[in-house]
């Protein structure tokens, strides 16, 4: 595998993150909470796997410029402007969110978890179409 390879990787690995999320709230809204907590540490596997490979291709990299001079570009970036922004904010987020389940404090994990689940599944879906954006349009 090569650097060129990881964007595509990075995209896949978003994508495997949306589906646990998905799974993990179905599974939670249906009461089966072990499954919950096996989706929801898939997602968060999955994550990591994710942010690993796409650090490693951005320190190789550098940035990458949106190529396109179009209509698409304010509709890129205000895409990418959430997108960055909430996946930053959301690591501490997640991680008390996963804490508090871990410690059994699960009123506190679902009061916070209702606004972390949103915005970690817009972080993974808008990871794939900014990807898409940038490297098929």
Do not use: K
């Amino acid at each position: 595998m090569s650097l060129t390879d990881l964007p595509a990787l990075n995209a896949t690995l978003n994508g495997i993150s949306a589906i646990f999320l998905g799974l993990g709230y179905y599974y939670i809204r249906s009461g089966n909470r072990e499954t919950h907590r096996t989706m929801m540490v898939s997602a968060l596997v999955t994550s990591i796997l994710f942010l690993t490979s796409y650090l490693i291709y951005h320190v190789n990299v550098g940035s990458v410029p949106y190529p396109h001079h179009d209509w698409t570009r304010p509709l890129y970036f205000t895409i990418l402007i959430p997108h960055v922004i909430l996946a930053a904010v959301n690591v501490p987020f997640i991680i008390t969110t996963v804490l508090r389940a871990h410690r059994g404090q699960f009123d506190r994990h679902r009061r916070l978890a209702r606004w972390v689940w949103p915005s970690w599944m817009f972080v993974c879906v808008s990871g794939i179409v900014i990807y898409g954006m940038l490297y098929h349009l």
